[in-house]
């Protein structure tokens, strides 16, 4: 028995040592910035789809904004932007700005997590 | 054997009777089509109501859940249940009208609709302008209340029976006023015949008797044609006084039925008509087999004498006639002038006429068929234009034969 349970431990570890490890478009170019800022990325998303609502409407939006971030079309609010200011524009190219959007919004995505 | 007939023979009555119900018919046709169709704009504006009502009581749920998803937006993940209601059930879609939840029961929804019926369901939808949870159509359900229904049918029902009888009531009444020119005209023109006809009788007989009378044997040949020509004509004023005698009077009186050798009726109406008939070299085909039938003498004799004129009548100059007598029918077949199609139908009402280049009042036929209704026997005429008419009477099965 004890067997089974060093064996599960140790299948957890690893797994967790994995997902620590997963990297990925997304992991390397958003959550470094912003794990310093005070809003995380669940509320920005959760902001983006007060704002955006759809999906195909929602990703096009982000990928926009992040191409030529302006404040006027930011879903932050102005004490956020007049502390922070917008970010730079992205140098991810195109097919790179669509993965970490698309990892974004499996991510959060909310749809079959209401019960 | 003296039978009185009870049945009402006047087709002057009928076709009034008959103008009468086509007007009446017409007319409540025209009255239930406009009754329904107050009755649907009825239920429909009484719909409309309860949609409104409706309206007014959803918007309100409407807005209560918007405030339940705001919340629910404002603490996603940490909570993750959908705001329920007993009162009510709902369903959230994005801008892109893709599913995010629903608890409806039906899922017949419409997203260009702001309330609707889907089944035994009222659905109510409202646009979001903050789309919590991504929400932006938030469709809210309720179980129809059909109480309204039952009761808009029982209102329509009972005014709609309401106002039926009384339109009916004044269409009796249009349409007696309506009828009134053409049942004078008619009237006109029957008091016109039947004075006419009084006029008629002494001439007429005097005519035929004194013809019947000449030795032509002493006459010149030129002065024999004349006096045929003279017989032909007196005979043909003759028919039509006759017709117009049984038309005034022969209804009015009960028929005299008898035995009658329908072969030997027709030979000698027949031999009567064959001095007209020569006059236009028409030949006359005769097939003829033994019946004897049970009818007023002076009635069958109008039915043969009015069949043998028009064949004559309305025939091509040469030519034929073909008369067939069988147990089951007599037929009268000419080769004469014909009449369209659509107008066969028409043939036996009285004053039709359908070429005015023989003279008539178009009462012949008309007697014939009143006569054939008295007797219930069956009429079935075939004809066609410019080739010739083919008039078939054909004795019930029932028919007495000696």
Known sequence: MNKYISIFILLLLFNQT??????????????????????S???????????????????????????????EFSVMSDLFLDRFDVKEPTTLTEAELKEAVDIYWRKYNIRNKLH | MLASKNRDISLHHNNEKQSLWRFLSLYIFLVIVLVSLL???????????????????????????????????????????????????????????????????????????EIYRVGDKIHFVKYLDDYYLGAKYLFIEVDEDRAWHHETIIQIIAIGTVALIILGIFGIFFVKIFLRPMRNSIELLDNFIKDTTHELNTPISAILANIEMMDTEIMAQKNIKKLRRINVAAKTVSHLYQDLTYLVLGHQTPSRDEWIDLRELIAARVEYFSLLADSKKIEIALDLQERKILIDSAKIARVVDNLISNAIKY????????????????????????????????????????????????????????????????????????????????????????
């Open chain 1, 18 to 39: 994995v997902i620590a490890k997963e990297d990925n478009i997304y992991t390397r170019n958003c959550i470094p910035c912003h794990e310093y800022l005070p809003s």
């Open chain 1, 41 to 71: 990325l669940e509320r920005m998303f959760m902001s983006y789809l007060k704002v955006y609502s759809g999906e195909l409407t929602l990703k096009e939006s982000l990928k926009a904004f992040l191409r030529k971030p302006d404040k």
């Open chain 2, 39 to 113: 009755s649907i704009f009825y239920y429909q504006s009484q719909e409309e109501l309860m949609f409104s009502n409706m309206r007014t009581k959803l918007s309100q749920y409407a807005n209560e859940q918007v405030k339940n998803l705001k919340i629910l937006h404002h603490y996603f993940p940490a909570k993750s249940q959908y705001p329920r209601d007993e009162r009510f059930q709902s369903a959230i879609y994005d801008i892109e009208r893709v599913f995010i939840f629903s608890t409806l029961k039906n899922n017949n929804i419409d997203f260009d609709k």
């Open chain 2, 315 to 402: 025939n091509k100059r040469a030519g034929k006639i073909k008369i067939i007598l069988k147990e089951e029918y007599f037929l009268v077949a000419d080769t004469g002038i014909g009449i369209e199609k659509d107008k066969v139908a028409a043939i036996f009402d009285r004053y039709s006429r359908f070429n005015s280049s023989e003279g008539g009042f178009g009462i012949g036929l008309n007697i014939v068929k009143s006569i054939l209704n008295e007797y219930n026997f069956d009429v079935r005429v075939n004809s066609i234009l410019h080739q010739g008419t083919t008039i078939k009477i054909i004795f019930p099965k029932e028919a007495p034969n000696e």
